[in-house]
C-alpha cells in the first residue's frame, strides 16, 4: 500500500510574518488585506487570535469586535512565496513526488521510501521536525493511502502534528467528522445535506453513491467517492515545486451586481494573468475562474480550452462563457479570479481551427506584446483598455502588482 502525506503549514501567512516580528508573538495578530479598498478579510490568525473566536474569511472589521486590540498586517505574497519554495525544498529531500495545493499545502508521495505506516509516520515526523528547526514554523501532517484521507489527517489535530489514517483504523477517524470537513463540502452543500439528516462523513457514506447524485448531481456522487476513501486520484508530479498555473483574484471596491461589472474585473484580473504567462514563456490550455460572493460562499470551475493561449481576451472570454453557465446572481460578489493551468511553453503543437481567423490573432498577439513594452517602459497605467474606462473604482487595480494568490482546486469541473 502507498502512503501519500498532506502537510499543511500552521497559520502559514501569520506565522511567516511572526518570524519576522518576533515583538508580537505574544499578541493577538491576523494577515489582511487593506480595508479601504474593503480586501479587509483575515487571510491568516495566529494561536491568540484564534483564542479570541476570530475565524479565517471574516472581515477584519467583525474581527475586532472579537478582540479590539487586534493587530493586522498586511499580506507580502513575496515572502510568503519564499518560505514556500524552501518548505518545498525539504520536501523534495524525500520524495520528488509533490503536489502544491496553493502556497501553504501540498501532498507528497512517500510510497517509494515507506512501506510500512510505521516508516510514513518516521518520514512525516522527520519533515515536521525539519521544518521546524531550518524555518521556524510549524506543519501539520496527515498520512493515509489516499489523498483526501490525508488531508483530512491533517485538519483532524493542529498545529504542529501528525494523523495516521490507515484502512484498519480509518472508519474511527473518519466518518465521526463533521461533512463540512470534507473536500467540496462548502457552506450551502452543508445545509443540503444537513436538511436531509446527512450530518457526517459516515453519514455521506451510508446514504449510498446514488442518493448522494439525485441529491447534488455528479458532484454528490464525487463526495461519495471521496468520503468513501475510494479516491485514488495520484500525486501529480509539480517537478519540485515548478510553476504548474498562473492565477489572480481580488477583493474589488465595491460588489460586483451584473454581468458588465464582472467582464470588466475579468479584464482587470485577466491583463495579469496574459502578462505573466508571456513573462514566463507559457501558455494556458485550462481557464479556471474563481467566484466568492457577499456572503462568502465560494465556487470554482474550469474548462479545458481548444487552443492554448496567452492572449487577454481570449482569456476574458473563456472566462465569461464559465460564469454564465454556472452563476445565475444569487447574490452580488464580492471577488473573482481567474487562473490559467496545464500550463504548455509559447509555441507548442497546437490544433488549428477553420474558425478562427489566424491573421487578427497574430495582430492580438503583436497588441498583447506592445501592450507588455509600453508598460514596462512607461507604467501599468500608460495604457488601458477602452471597456475599463466605465468604473473607475473597478479598473484602478494594478493587477500584476498587487497580486493575490489562491488555491488551485483539487479538481476541476469543466
Not at 508571456?278 to 481557464?287: D, L, P, S, T, W
Request: net charge neutral; charged share 25%; aromatic share 10%.
Amino acid at each position: 500500500m502507498g502512503w501519500i502525506a498532506h502537510s499543511d503549514a500552521n497559520a502559514f501567512y501569520a506565522s511567516v510574518e511572526l518570524l519576522h516580528r518576533p515583538a508580537l508573538r505574544d499578541k493577538p495578530v491576523v494577515v489582511g488585506g487593506a480595508e479601504e479598498s474593503r480586501h479587509g478579510i483575515v487571510l491568516a490568525k495566529n494561536q491568540f487570535a484564534k483564542e479570541f473566536g476570530i475565524k479565517t474569511g471574516v472581515s477584519l472589521m467583525e474581527a475586532r469586535r472579537h478582540c479590539p486590540d487586534l493587530i493586522t498586517l498586511p499580506p507580502n505574497y513575496q515572502l510568503y512565496l519564499k518560505y514556500a519554495r524552501m518548505i518545498r525544498e525539504i520536501y523534495a529531500d524525500y520524495s520528488h513526488i509533490q503536489e502544491a495545493f496553493g502556497l501553504d499545502e501540498s501532498w507528497i508521495d512517500l510510497s517509494a521510501n515507506a512501506t510500512t505506516s510505521r516508516d510514513a509516520v518516521l518520514l512525516a515526523e522527520a519533515i515536521r521536525a525539519r521544518i521546524n528547526k531550518e524555518l521556524g514554523i510549524t506543519v501539520s501532517i496527515g498520512l493515509s493511502w489516499n489523498k483526501i484521507y490525508s488531508k483530512l489527517g491533517s485538519d483532524y489535530r493542529k498545529p504542529d502534528a501528525c494523523t495516521l489514517i490507515d484502512r484498519e483504523h480509518y472508519k474511527e477517524i473518519v466518518y465521526p467528522l463533521p461533512a463540512s470537513d470534507l473536500l467540496y463540502v462548502g457552506p450551502a452543500t452543508t445545509v443540503k445535506l444537513s436538511r436531509r439528516q446527512i450530518h457526517t462523513i459516515g453519514d455521506i457514506v451510508t446514504v449510498g453513491p446514488e442518493h448522494m447524485k439525485r441529491l447534488l448531481g455528479k458532484v454528490g456522487e464525487m463526495i461519495w467517492t471521496f468520503a468513501s476513501g475510494l479516491d485514488l486520484t495520484p500525486v501529480h508530479d509539480s517537478g519540485n515545486g515548478g510553476m504548474k498555473s498562473i492565477g489572480n483574484s481580488s477583493t474589488f471596491p465595491r460588489d460586483l451586481v451584473n454581468d458588465d461589472d464582472v467582464k470588466m474585473a475579468f479584464y482587470v484580473l485577466a491583463e495579469s494573468v496574459a502578462a505573466r504567462l508571456r513573462e514566463n514563456g507559457f501558455e494556458a490550455g485550462n481557464v479556471q475562474i474563481y467566484l466568492r460572493g457577499n456572503d462568502l460562499s465560494s465556487f470554482e470551475r474550469q474548462i479545458k480550452l481548444q487552443r492554448p493561449t496567452f492572449i487577454t481576451s481570449e482569456l476574458v472570454n473563456t472566462a465569461m462563457f464559465l460564469f454564465e453557465q454556472n452563476y445565475h446572481w444569487q447574490r452580488p460578489l464580492r471577488s473573482l479570479g481567474i487562473r490559467g493551468t496545464d500550463l504548455k511553453p509559447i509555441g507548442s503543437a497546437a490544433q488549428v481551427s477553420l474558425f478562427v481567423n489566424e491573421a487578427q490573432r497574430d495582430r492580438l498577439i503583436k497588441k498583447e506584446y506592445a501592450l507588455d513594452y509600453m508598460r514596462r517602459r512607461f507604467g501599468y497605467f500608460s495604457v488601458q483598455r477602452g471597456i475599463l474606462l466605465g468604473d473607475k473604482h473597478l479598473a484602478d487595480l494594478d493587477a500584476k502588482k498587487d497580486n493575490v494568490i489562491h488555491p488551485v482546486g483539487y479538481q476541476y469541473m469543466g
